[in-house]
């Protein structure tokens, strides 16, 4: 097992080099960069009015520029040197964990992630909860009573609510109880005069601004989850092992919750790890725009638009690392789940 774990360890090494590398080439070619947008701001400030064009360092804009000032601009960004030199100064800072500085917000890239952390945080705890918290138990009574009309309902409603992209879930959401009826906040995490509330009233007033986003969250990853247990139990329910113990005289809830339980689980448990990460990281940027939430996601779509380098690379870093630590988690879990996994 440790050395299963050392080498999983260490093959993340070149995979996480590998990310970077094709995202620094990728990212030399991307038209507007930070330089080319310094300089159209400043000509636009200047009554030029330009946008920037083209690609690469070479943009038209800095044409007319002083030359000392071009260099001086360059330098400020660190394009003043080849970019292999760039990359691999970079990936010194990020073995030790120094992530650099944004171009434009004037903040270490760490401080902006933990800055933006707690609204990510507060829509993947609830999103995750929820899911599996209903969704599991639904699962089970689902298999239980598979073929019934509880069954068939059940199914009708998890796979409608499947099909409807969260997105459009929350534009509908906004026009109706955030603009018709007036019941939900249309933006923010919490009310603007939250630090002057009773701590009862804050809970209230963040569980009142928190509903919708969550429930646009929550019904993708809820017909999933719900679907994968059923099907689980009821695979594990046919198995040889379930008729014996009847046989033997156990009732039915010590079959179900002794017996099929624990070895139904096995596919859902050991996906937790993964999903309890991926409802932090995945899937939040188009609800973090429409609730007006300034979480990772949004930070992240934002630095993108903006060319701000520091932050996009940090940013993708700090995520293929959780990325490749949660799945080795796991993969972990397979043997805390199942003993007759062997990583040997």
């Known amino acids: 097992m440790l050395a299963y774990i050392l080498k999983r360890l260490l093959l993340m090494i070149p995979t996480l080099f590998g990310v970077l590398l094709l995202t620094f080439v990728v990212i030399q070619f991307v038209p507007g960069g930070p330089v080319e947008q310094y300089l159209a701001e400043a000509k636009a400030g200047a009554g030029g009015g330009g946008a920037a064009e083209g690609g690469g360092l070479g943009y038209r804009g800095g044409q007319g520029v002083d030359p000392k000032r071009l260099e001086q601009i360059k330098a400020l960004y660190g394009f003043d040197k080849p970019p292999t030199e760039r990359f691999f100064q970079m990936v010194g800072q990020f073995a030790t964990f120094d992530l650099g500085r944004s171009f434009f917000q004037n903040k270490d890239v760490w401080s902006l992630i933990v800055e933006k952390l707690p609204v990510s945080i507060s829509l993947g705890l609830w999103t995750f909860f929820i899911s599996y918290g209903v969704a599991v138990p639904l699962g089970v009574a689902k298999a239980v009573r598979a073929g019934s009309r509880f069954d068939m309902v ?86 040889q092992y379930v008729l014996t113990a009847c046989a033997k005289g156990l009732s ?20 937790f790890p ?45 995520f293929t690392l959780i990325g490749l630590v949660t799945k080795l988690i796991s993969d972990l879990c397979y043997v805390w789940v199942d003993p007759r996994v062997k990583f040997d």
């Open 154 to 239: 059940t199914t009708m409603l998890v796979l409608a609510g499947y099909a409807i992209p969260g997105f459009v879930l929350g534009v509908a959401l906004l026009v109706v109880f955030g603009g018709q009826v007036q019941w939900f906040p249309l933006r923010g995490l919490t009310s603007a005069n939250w630090a002057e509330l009773s701590w009862g009233a804050k809970v209230v007033d963040y569980l009142w601004h928190i509903a919708m986003p969550v429930t646009a969250m929550v019904l993708g990853s809820f017909a999933v989850t719900a679907m994968l247990t059923k099907n689980a139990f009821l695979e594990e329910i046919r198995k």
């Open 252 to 271: 039915e809830r010590q079959v179900l919750y002794k017996h099929v339980f624990r070895n139904a689980l096995i596919p859902i448990v050991t996906g």
């Open 274 to 318: 993964a999903a309890f990460v991926g409802a932090f990281f995945t899937g939040s940027l188009l609800i973090e725009t429409l609730f007006s939430l300034d979480g990772l996601g949004l930070l992240s779509y934002e630095s993108v638009i903006r060319r701000d380098y520091p932050v996009v690379m940090g940013t993708l870093f700090f």
